[in-house]
């Protein structure tokens, strides 16, 4: 894991933004950008052997922005993920004639392909911890004199792991153990699990209530068709109870799955599945028809990505009576997340589900409120997990998200060390490289009393944002000045310090760039945050 996080913090090159150049750039503006800034730096423009040094280094970076950019097949890979991606195994395999469209579903094939040999060298662990509490007297008490009790109804506890032994085999070793009103029972079962061509197979033994076998098996029949399916034998003391069940799944459209769910054994049911999702929204419908209850239930999940946040409403009515639940699910981080759920229905009462995940492991609350459907109940389950979150969120969260972020910036610094300063040397070669350009444009706009830079500085300025910090900021009139053309500087939403002449004088910190300029005589002041696009005259 360390090695991985380490490659994160690596900084990656931006050619975009080194030629000055949008996202969506067509092949002609990648090729004018790479002329303008050949001009500039190629070699057999300068004679003074430091110069013509200099000069290479740029013209290298140049040359290797140009490369990637106006080659459809390394742009497709670069876009997709960036430097890393130009360096993935495999890609010799990969025919030039592919679309980048083919080429992006290439490189995920490959990245899952790696992930899939690093799950090979270690277990894959996976827990469920739920304790069930009941809290039903604090808003229907027995006896109004004493305090509402709050207990601990039942627990259980679920743990299994992965164990891989060839590329192809694998051993499923799992467990669980129940307790509720001083009773209890457990299980342990182990399964070996060979992935079949199109398909897996699965065989399996248990112990706790009763010897269980079992076997198991799935395929792949088309490309929009898959079926599972199997059988388990439960020997007990009063004889030998057996189950089949089976599944059809079908794509039906690009975010559409059905399927068809039998079981045959103590419970026996048929179940018919619609889920749709998509990247703003999931919603799932399905009907039940078996022992001991019919019902049909929906559930809708509106994804709102860029808060990392999901809503969630569901309805379930049968012969049981009928549910309704609506909760939300905030991710925290990279690998957790929280949900906080409200059930409400006839004759389950009130619940509150409060559910932790992290990693591979989840942690279950479900709290009983009410054994019917209480207005108290109802208000004080949906307003305590706001409150609650708000407080943990402020008092908690933010601070350790604060010295997470602090120790990141650190480990960033020391890793990018050498880099970094390579990164100043460099721009500091491109300043020198500039100053006949940036004398020849300078003269140009005043002569027709166009865009003039008279000051520019990047960097990190104090709380008022007032004064640049002299030891995170440096000047850059020169190189926004050579970006100037035909009286307009134009500037894309990325970090400008990937921009010639720029470096980073602060890495992880806030950093703005302050231009002073005129344009038509009229002096001017505008302040850019770094991702900022900017387009001058105003």
């Known amino acids: 894991m360390a090695s991985d996080n380490e490659s994160d913090a690596e900084l990656d090159e931006n050619y975009y933004t080194f030629l000055n150049l949008p996202r969506d750039a067509t092949a002609e503006q990648i090729n004018t950008a790479y002329r303008k800034q050949s001009r500039i730096y190629h070699p057999d423009k300068h004679q003074d052997p430091e110069s013509k040094k200099k000069a290479e280094m740029m013209f290298n970076r140049t040359k290797r922005a140009y490369e990637v950019l106006s080659d459809p097949h390394q742009r497709a890979i670069y876009d997709s993920v ?3 991606g130009l360096k993935t195994e495999g890609w010799e395999i990969v025919h ?95 399964a070996g699990r060979r992935l ?132 939300v699910e905030k991710k925290v981080s990279k690998y957790s997340s929280l949900i906080a759920t409200v059930s409400i229905g006839v004759p389950s009462g009130v619940i509150l589900k409060l559910k932790i995940i992290r990693s591979n492991q989840s942690y279950v609350f479900p709290i009983h409120l009410s054994d019917e459907i209480v207005p108290a109940a109802v208000f004080y389950a949906s307003v305590t997990p706001i409150i609650a979150w708000f ?5 908690i969260m933010d601070p350790m998200e604060a010295d997470r972020k602090n120790i990141e910036v650190e480990r960033s610094k020391r890793q990018n060390e050498q880099r970094l300063v390579a990164k100043k040397l460099e721009a500091m070669a491109a300043i020198h490289l500039m100053q006949s350009t940036y004398n020849r444009i300078l003269n140009e706009e005043q002569g027709r009393q166009g865009l003039v830079i008279k000051r520019a500085i990047y960097g990190c300025t104090s709380e008022d944002d007032a004064q640049f910090k002299p030891e ?55 302040n850019i945050k770094d991702n900022e696009p900017v387009r001058l005259p105003v």
């Open 472 to 526: 995170a900021s440096h000047d850059v009139t020169i190189p926004i000045q050579c970006l100037v053309r035909d009286s307009v500087l134009q500037l894309y939403d990325s970090s400008k310090s990937d921009l010639p002449g720029f470096f980073d004088p602060s890495l992880g910190d806030d950093k703005i760039l302050r231009i002073e300029y005129t344009y038509k005589d009229v002096p001017k002041t505008i």
């Open 391 to 395: 407080f943990v969120k402020k008092a």
């Open 96 to 190: 030039r004639t592919r679309t980048p469209a083919e080429i992006r579903e290439e490189y995920e094939r490959l990245a899952q392909a790696a992930a899939e040999r690093r799950l090979q060298q270690r277990t894959n662990p996976r827990g469920n911890i739920t304790i069930n509490v009941n809290a039903t007297e604090i808003f229907t008490p027995y006896d109004d004199s004493e305090m509402p009790r709050v207990e601990i109804g039942s627990m259980s506890i679920a743990q299994s792991i992965e164990a891989p032994i060839t590329r192809k085999d694998m051993i499923v070793m799992s467990g669980n153990l129940y307790s509720s009103n001083g009773t209890g029972n457990g299980g342990f079962m182990i």
């Open 82 to 84: 960036g430097e890393k």
């Open 196 to 327: 079949l061509n199109k398909g897996w197979l699965e065989v399996c033994l248990g112990a706790g209530n009763g010897f269980l076998l079992g076997l198991k098996g799935g395929r792949t029949l088309t490309s929009k068709v898959t079926v599972n399916g199997g059988t388990n034998m439960n020997f007990q003391e009063n004889g030998v109870i057996p189950a089949v069940f089976s599944t059809l799944a079908v794509q039906l459209d690009k975010h559409t799955i059905g399927s068809l769910t039998l079981n045959a054994g103590p419970q026996s049911s048929m179940t018919t599945q619609v889920d749709h999702s998509n990247d703003q929204h999931a919603i799932s419908t399905s009907f039940v028809l078996g022992t001991p209850h019919i019902y049909f239930s929906m559930s809708y999940t509106r994804k709102m990505l860029d808060n990392e946040m999901k809503l969630k409403l569901a309805a379930k009515v049968g012969t049981f009576g009928f549910l309704g639940e609506y909760g």
